[in-house]
């Protein structure tokens, strides 16, 4: 892993995404080297040569000024990079930005796959509006360590979900990627349902490179599966989407605790589609 540091004008840059008007990315790159990673885009804003996935930029910030008000915005913790990389453990980066975001007003939600979070359950306790998601979509370690081989285990995030909640921070449960015909979000809701607050949801969306490898991973572990993901990525075809957000809906009648909808393809609102 090929470690540096950069200079970044500021802590927070505005946000395109649905339910974010701010996001903080301390790290450029990320060391989970997930095979289906959509954010590998960023690389040509880097000017790394290396591959996604083997190297990592320290960000230095030449400002630590915030926008003059975050009341009531939703800074998100962290969009194309993973905060808490094992790196963090050293550089101390996203707990310097949430250090700053203590006593703004804002609403601040973590995501990330890693049990590191818990490190920081002091400071966390004294953001008062704050979540915490943990990014999950199978209970079988032999899959997640295929797509996810540096990621940790899914009984280390299921751990930090139980803590995080036991100690009275809200979490969420992020299934994401939704794998077609592999990911079964009964058995992940079953699952964690007693120490979530939120249930969120986005599908496999596969772009450049990470479209082959897939389909290739596919073919090679779950031949009987790609056709199905032939349709889907290759023809466009989304009735499997529109099936299993139906499926989604249905079980939200089951549980008292919200599902929220990310699926790229559907018209999505501020904040998501909240299925009541």
């Known amino acids: 892993m090929k ?33 289906y990673c959509y954010a590998c885009f960023m690389k040509r804003f880097t000017g790394h040569d290396e591959n996604w996935g083997t190297f990592l930029d320290v960000k230095e910030y030449e400002s630590d000024k ?6 009531g915005k939703t800074v998100l913790l962290s969009s194309v990079t993973d905060p808490y990389n094992p790196y963090e453990m050293e550089y101390h980066k996203s707990r310097m930005v949430l250090e700053h975001l203590r006593g703004t007003g804002a609403h601040v939600e973590i995501l990330s796959k890693s049990d590191l979070v818990v490190r920081d359950l002091d400071l966390l306790r004294q953001i008062p509006d704050l ?9 079988d370690d032999s899959f997640r360590n295929d797509i996810e081989p540096n990621a940790p285990s899914v009984q280390r995030r299921l751990k930090a979900l139980k803590t995080l909640h036991d100690a009275g921070i809200t979490t969420y449960l992020f299934i994401s990627p939704i794998f077609p015909y592999i990911t079964d979000i009964q058995t992940l809701i079953e699952t964690t349902n007693d120490y979530v607050d939120q249930i969120c949801f986005e599908n496999l969306n596969l772009r450049g490179a990470a ?29 499997y989407w529109e099936q299993f957000e139906a499926k989604i809906e249905a079980l939200s009648k089951d549980y008292t605790i919200p599902f929220v909808n990310y699926f790229y393809h559907a018209k999505i609102r501020k904040g998501g589609n909240k299925l009541d």
């Not at 200079?7 to 927070?12: D, E, P, R, W, Y």
């Not at 979540?131 to 209970?139: D, E, K, M, Q, R």
């Not at 082959?212 to 023809?235: F, N, W």
């Open 3 to 35: 470690i540096s540091t950069v200079k970044a004008k500021s802590i927070l840059v505005k946000s395109n995404l649905p339910a974010s008007d701010y996001v903080a990315n301390p790290y450029s790159g990320c060391t989970h080297r997930c095979c």
């Open 66 to 71: 915030l926008p003059k008000s975050l009341v």
């Open 131 to 139: 979540s915490v998601g943990i990014s999950l979509n199978t209970l």
């Open 211 to 239: 479209k082959g490898k897939i389909l290739d991973y596919i073919a090679e572990k779950y031949p009987q599966h790609l056709d199905g993901y032939k349709a889907i990525y290759r023809k466009g075809d989304l009735s």
